[in-house]
């Protein structure tokens, strides 16, 4: 999913943290508004997957292979790290060959696979695996964390308690 919006309004909002945070206004204030942002970022962004969902179809596809390559981490600085490349046909009867947004330090599936992939109707070089709702619970999993630092920072300051600065 491509959103510039979105980082525009994450960029967008740190600089008002900041700024408030030089106005001298109380490091519980900026953190309860910090939660409900992220609150705000976390419905936005399920509310766009869910969206791109609503706009695809979905296709048989074949996992053709890995794109191999290393990234920074791991103990020595380095992990190998593997991209699935698919091939399916639209249905409107485009071939089609592409590899997942993002990699894994392991292989997914063995070459050769047959999957189910839910491919955008715009763009139809961007897929995930049918069933695959791992983006929703990390959308979900943001909207929750932003409800606990909202709260938390919210029954600091209904009880007139600072944090240390």
């Not at 995930?128 to 300051?157: H, T």
């Amino acid at each position: 999913m491509k959103s510039k919006w979105l980082f525009i309004f994450i960029g967008g909002f740190i600089l008002a943290a900041v700024i408030m945070y030089y106005m001298g206004i109380s490091m519980e204030i900026i953190m309860l508004l910090s939660g409900v942002a992220i609150i705000i970022i976390g419905i936005v962004t399920l509310k766009m997957e869910m969206t791109w969902r609503g706009d695809s179809d979905t296709a048989a596809a074949k996992v053709t292979g890995y794109c191999v390559y290393q990234s920074s981490g791991g103990s020595d600085g380095r992990v190998t790290m593997y991209t699935m490349e698919v091939e399916y046909t639209t249905n409107d009867g485009k071939k089609i060959h592409a590899r997942e947004q993002s990699g894994r330090s392991g292989k997914k599936y063995a070459e050769g696979t047959d999957l189910k992939v839910r491919y955008s109707r715009k763009d139809p070089e961007l897929f995930i695996v049918e069933g695959d709702n791992s983006r929703i619970y990390a959308m979900l999993g943001v909207i929750v964390m932003g409800i606990i630092i909202a709260a938390l920072f919210g029954y600091l300051i209904k009880n007139g308690i600072q944090v240390e600065q």
